[in-house]
């Protein structure tokens, strides 16, 4: 338990920070609770796998990972990726791949790669996160506007209960009032009693879509079959799954660190999401790694200590073993609702046009063919041209300091000084 026991020698378990490491587990967990099972639909599971996931894989990555204050659980960059591994070979073969990919992420950290991950460009990670939030944003139409089996009309109530889902989603924490509840956990209250009190056969639920909830975690089982063949077809999927994990978590780890003034260990924390990887997916979960929006909720509430993330855990845990039931009504355009903020909230328009503000053309246009390889052939084409071209713009920039002409330039300072004095001309 490297984290909790390095917070625990520093004292961070003491009276002072347990109060508030308790309080914000607790918040986190409520925020974590809708977002779970959004991204756990999106990706092709029912919800209660996404709960899964965020209670072990959360847990793990708490007591086992580099950063104190890190939260661990189903995001929306894994969605698209997930969805089509699902696609491809079943939930019992994403199951296997998100468990070689645990593997991979612990033979990572054993080899020390994690301060390498730090060299890809800030443009490249950008392309590729915004192209995650384009094929999430479109994917999640049909839910939003329940338009199932091809039909490109729209169903009037579910539009009607998505449109109400994501007005409660952006304004409530605009309103003064009630600003400091959580909207995501407002946003299935309301959307679900609703459905509760006026049933509408037109409108998907979880409980018309997936069923009844399970109150508990299911006995430990491998998902998948172990056959060598099946596990060399799932070996390029784990590898993305792995290299996207590494990038997220490592990515969460340095926005914690800039807003709680720690320094979070690189390759440790590699190991942590392997075993959270390598344990949800016996639990029935799905592919986990560090989450920047909840690890800076954590962060905002107080959190300094692994606590945080264990009591988030627990506050799940509980959750589905009391709750479980009410999680039938909860309306699938409400939680694509969610995904769609989350989504446009993925692509960094602000950083693109400062790079055209700065005249930086060629890290613009490299963050645009990023973003198109992502949504085109996925994650690790994408990742591998973003850094070729990112290397090449680099290599010509060094050559060629001075863009339009065809040999290296001199400085004006440096010609002036190798200029000859007036006094000695002829």
Not at 16 to 27: I, K
Not at 36 to 42: D, E, G, K, Q, R
Not at 295 to 308: E, F, I, M, Q, W
Request: some cysteine; aromatic content about 8%.
């Amino acid at each position: 338990m490297i984290a909790a026991m390095g917070a625990w020698f520093c004292g961070l378990f003491g009276g002072d920070h347990r109060l508030n490491n308790v309080l914000s587990g607790f918040v986190v967990g409520i925020i974590s609770l809708p977002l779970s099972m959004a991204f756990a639909i999106a990706s092709g599971v029912s919800p209660e796998a996404g709960l899964y996931t965020a209670i072990v894989a959360g847990m793990c990555v708490s007591l086992f990972g580099g950063s104190p204050v890190q939260i661990a659980g189903p995001t929306g960059a894994f969605v698209p990726l997930l969805a089509g591994i699902c696609e491809n070979f079943g939930p019992q073969g994403l199951g296997m791949a998100t468990l070689l990919a645990g593997i991979i992420l612990i033979a990572m950290g054993l080899a020390r790669v994690g301060g390498l991950l730090k060299y890809i460009p800030k443009h490249v990670i950008v392309g590729f996160t915004a192209g995650i939030g384009v094929s999430l944003f479109v994917g999640q139409w049909h839910h939003f506007c329940g338009n199932y089996g091809g039909s490109i009309r729209p169903n009037l109530p579910t539009t009607v209960l998505g449109l109400l889902s994501l007005a409660i989603f952006l304004w409530v924490p605009r309103i003064p009032l009630i600003k400091h509840l959580q909207a995501p956990l407002l946003v299935l209250v309301v959307a679900g009693g609703i459905c509760s009190a006026f049933p509408m056969a037109t409108v998907a639920t979880v409980g018309t879509s997936f069923g009844e909830i399970s109150s508990s975690l299911p006995r430990p089982a491998i998902p998948g079959t172990m056959h060598w063949k099946f596990l060399l077809q799932l070996s390029g999927p784990a590898f993305a799954i792995a290299v996207l994990c590494a990038v997220e978590s490592l990515l969460s780890a340095v926005v914690a660190d800039d807003m709680a003034g720690t320094k979070h260990r690189s390759n440790r924390e590699l190991i942590g999401q392997g075993i959270g990887n390598l344990l949800s997916p016996l639990f029935g979960g799905i592919a986990a790694t560090g989450a920047i929006a909840r690890t800076a909720a954590n962060v905002r509430a107080g959190a300094t200590s692994p606590l945080s993330g264990v009591v988030c855990a627990l506050t799940l845990l509980a959750i589905l073993m009391f709750c479980a039931p009410l999680a039938q009504f909860i309306p699938l355009a409400s939680l694509a609702a969610i995904l769609l903020v989350v989504a446009r909230r993925m692509v960094n328009f602000s950083y693109f046009f400062r790079l055209l503000r700065r005249n930086q053309w060629a890290r613009a246009v490299v963050l645009l063919i990023t973003c198109a390889f992502t949504v085109s052939c996925g994650l690790v084409v994408a990742l591998q041209v973003g850094v070729l071209l990112s290397a090449i713009m680099r290599r010509r920039r060094k050559t060629n300091p001075f863009p339009g002409t065809g040999e290296r330039q001199v400085p004006k300072a440096k010609r002036q000084s190798m200029a000859p004095h007036p006094s000695s001309a002829g």
